[in-house]
T-cell receptor, first 112, second 117 residues
Framework: SQKIEQNSEALNIQEGKTATLTCNYT??????LQWYRQDPGRGPVFLLL?????KEKRKERLKVTFDTTLKQSLFHITASQPADSATYLC???????????FGGGTRLMVKP | GAVVSQHPSRVICKSGTSVKIECRSL??????MFWYRQFPKQSLMLMAT?????????EQGVEKDKFLINHASLTLSTLTVTSAHPEDSSFYIC?????????????FGPGTRLTVT
């Protein structure tokens, strides 16, 4: 069965630095991969989507990469701010119409 | 755009009673809605996929007679937890597909915290 792994340990970084979060998966590559932000007691908020034939996507301070050889996606937040502190979830879909499967999420703490 | 609402945001009910949670897409039509549950410090677990006008598809291990899903229109899906027990206490989140990227994105509601006493 497919597995999605995100670092379960919290990532602590200093304000202004770049945060890099990792999402690894097993077996065959998904059709597309999404990153979400979730704050405590709230539903996830969509951030970025990247397809299997794309290597990189950017949106303002966010960047997502997708390496199908390594079976890995990296999520970067540049010039991080305390307001970026949240749990970040990656979610994969193995074909275009399919449901999303979520990783366990990584909690990011940005300290001023 | 692409706003999904849920009601209620919090509900406390007694064991044995039923609770209905509504999920609405406010500014787009959602042919597919999804229901998830999330336990503290865990990720989202898909319970069922709901298509407008047809029966929901439940994930393995989810009792369809206990978690009744109705997707009566393109903007409304409901989840009814029947004969609720304390172990049903959880955070229930719905999502709807999707206004952008050819409908691949899912937009999530704010969640409903259910506590069964």
């Amino acid at each position: 069965s497919q597995k999605i792994e995100q670092n379960s340990e919290a990532l602590n970084i200093q304000e202004g630095k770049t945060a890099t979060l990792t999402c690894n998966y097993t077996n065959y590559s998904p059709a597309y991969l999404q990153w979400y932000r979730q704050d405590p007691g709230r539903g996830p908020v969509f951030l970025l989507l990247i397809r299997e034939n794309e290597k990189e996507k950017r949106k303002e301070r966010l960047k997502v990469t997708f390496d199908t050889t390594l079976k890995q996606s990296l999520f970067h937040i540049t010039a991080s701010q305390p307001a970026d502190s949240a749990t970040y979830l990656c979610a994969l879909a193995w074909n275009a119409g399919n449901m999303l499967t979520f990783g366990g999420g990584t909690r990011l703490m940005v300290k001023p | 755009g692409a706003v999904v609402s849920q009601h209620p945001s919090r509900v406390i009910c007694k064991s044995g009673t039923s609770v209905k949670i509504e999920c609405r897409s406010l500014d787009f039509q959602a042919t597919t809605m999804f229901w998830y549950r999330q336990f503290p410090k865990q990720s989202l677990m898909l319970m069922a996929t709901s298509n407008e006008g047809s029966k929901a598809t439940y994930e393995q291990g989810v009792e369809k007679d206990k978690f009744l899903i109705n997707h009566a229109s393109l903007t409304l899906s409901t989840l009814t937890v029947t004969s609720a027990h304390p172990e049903d206490s959880s955070f229930y989140i719905c999502s709807a597909r999707g206004a952008g990227e050819v409908g691949y994105e899912q937009y999530f509601g704010p969640g409903t915290r259910l506590t069964v006493t």
